[in-house]
């Protein structure tokens, strides 16, 4: 049986290039706002969620913050365009597990997913 991952991101692009890089070796679920994928989160029970900062309504920081809430053992890979150090900084005071800024090379985001879950 494959772990779960959701995916939470406002761009449409972004959703299918993750899950067209992760749905072979994962099942992936997705969530296009931070409100979805709460809800998502709290249905699925991924090991792993991937958020984007940018969302409308409710941000990547409260997605984190939430989901850590509910589940300290559920990682949080932010996915982001963020890259400057103090949203880096941010995202994991948030609780975040990881920081992957975009544009990513699918191949790093698969490596990456694979080095988290196998902490």
Do not use: W
């Amino acid at each position: 049986m494959k772990q779960k991952i959701l995916v939470a991101d406002d761009e449409e692009n972004i959703l299918n290039l993750v899950k067209l890089s992760l749905s072979h070796q994962y099942d992936v679920v997705l969530a296009k706002n931070g409100k979805e994928a709460v809800k998502v989160f709290e249905k699925e029970k991924p090991v792993l969620v991937l958020v984007d900062l940018m969302m409308p309504g409710m941000d990547g920081y409260e997605v984190c913050k939430a989901i850590k809430k509910k589940s300290k053992s559920t990682l949080v890979v932010v996915l982001s365009a963020k890259g400057h150090r103090e949203d880096i900084l941010k995202g994991m005071g948030c609780g975040a597990d990881d920081y992957i800024t975009k544009p990513f090379d699918p191949a790093e985001l698969v490596v990456r997913v694979e080095m988290n879950l196998l902490r």
